[in-house]
């Protein structure tokens, strides 16, 4: 089966910019996750959403960060605007259910100059 | 709180030298281990988890309840096994969310 694909794979912006990232999930997964990668810590979620449904957005920070999964399957990570510590690896990934040991995407690396 | 500790950032060691990568792990209930794996220029992936009970490319894994520990064993270490390690927890009725350690390179040298 296909991967969970993401783009762009790098993106550089200034600070006060605002990007978005896009994620395809695997045909039929109903879960879909957005994880922040900063250099040199592990994975953090942002949100998790079940089919077009937000499930978990506690850790987005919502005065700049938004997403959208309007039709249950591709979803968008928006940011605006972008700080310099929004510099990270942002990773997508989904489940067929709200199971652990799910696939992740190839990331977006971004950096905020 | 709910918190997984990798306390060492990198490992060094020597081909066919034995492996362990140390996972320590903070969680009031009962929560379900992972290990993923991140090679060079490639996606994190699943390694390993503790409801499998299986060997995976050497690795095992076995869940310690009482020292709350989940640490990644592998008897003889091979040079393709140079990554970046995560240990990673999901608890019960989460939805799927996983929380990472800050995860340990190993290097396994010639």
């Known amino acids: 089966e296909a991967g969970v694909a993401q783009s762009p794979r790098y993106k550089i912006i200034e600070k006060r910019q605002s990007v978005a990232f896009w994620c395809n999930p695997i045909?039929?997964?109903?879960?879909l996750y957005w994880y922040q990668q900063i250099l040199g810590q592990g994975p953090k979620l942002l949100i998790q959403?079940?089919?077009?449904?937000?499930?978990?957005d506690s850790q987005l920070p919502k005065d700049r960060f938004s997403a959208e999964r309007l039709k249950g399957v591709d979803s968008t990570l928006k940011i605006q605007p972008a700080k310099l510590e929004d510099s990270a690896v942002y990773l997508c990934?989904?489940?067929?259910?709200?199971?652990?040991?799910?696939?992740f995407g190839s990331g977006t690396r971004l950096t905020v100059v | 709180a709910q918190r997984v500790t990798q306390p060492e950032k990198l490992l060094s060691v020597f081909k066919g030298a034995p492996v362990e990568l140390k996972c320590n792990y903070s969680?009031?209930?009962?929560?379900?281990l992972f290990w993923y794996v991140q090679y060079s220029r490639q996606r994190l992936q699943l390694l390993l988890r503790?409801?499998s009970r299986e060997s995976i490319k050497g690795f095992t894994a076995d869940l310690n309840k009482g020292e709350t520990s989940f640490h990644l064993k592998k008897p003889f270490a091979q040079e393709e096994d140079s990554a970046m390690y995560y240990c990673?927890?999901?608890?019960?009725?989460?939805?799927?969310?996983?929380?990472f350690g800050q995860g340990t390179e190993l290097s396994v040298k010639p």
């Open positions: 990673a927890l999901s608890g019960n009725n989460q939805g799927g969310k996983l929380i």
């Open positions: 503790h409801i």
């Open positions: 969680y009031s209930g009962s929560p379900e």
């Open positions: 045909s039929g997964h109903a879960t």
């Open positions: 959403f079940q089919n077009n449904g937000v499930v978990d």
């Open positions: 990934a989904s489940s067929p259910s709200r199971a652990p040991g799910y696939t």
